[in-house]
């Protein structure tokens, strides 16, 4: 009933940037939570960065001062702003949303390479 569609990965060089998308759609609580999640082949899925409805921000150690997570609630889309990326960083990114009374729902997930 909810889906997620990410954009905005790719290739970037170290010390580089990248603007990640994550456009919602169905039937979303306007109380929700949104979050960038990420997962490199040998390591758990983990949470990058997470925005609630009223704007409250966390973000993993190792991105803060780097990444930035913002909303457009007018859009339902959630995006992440990456900054001085590192190739520790390279990852499938996938976008998620939380809200009462559901299971969250995932996006497909969009790679992004940090390699020179």
């Known amino acids: 009933q909810v889906q997620l569609v990410e954009s905005g990965g790719g290739l970037v060089q170290p010390g580089g940037s990248l603007r990640l998308s994550c456009a919602a759609s169905g039937s979303i609580f306007s109380r929700n939570v949104m979050g960038w999640y990420r997962q490199a082949p040998e390591n758990q899925r983990e949470s990058v960065a997470t925005i609630y409805y009223n704007g409250l921000t966390n973000y993993e150690d190792s991105v803060k001062g780097r990444f930035t997570i913002s909303r457009d609630n007018a859009k339902n889309t959630v995006y992440l702003q990456m900054n001085s990326l590192k190739p520790e960083d390279t990852a499938v990114y996938y976008c998620?949303?939380?809200?009462?009374?559901?299971?969250?729902?995932w996006g497909q997930g969009t790679q992004v390479t940090v390699s020179s």
């Open positions: 998620n949303l939380r809200q009462p009374g559901s299971a969250p729902f």
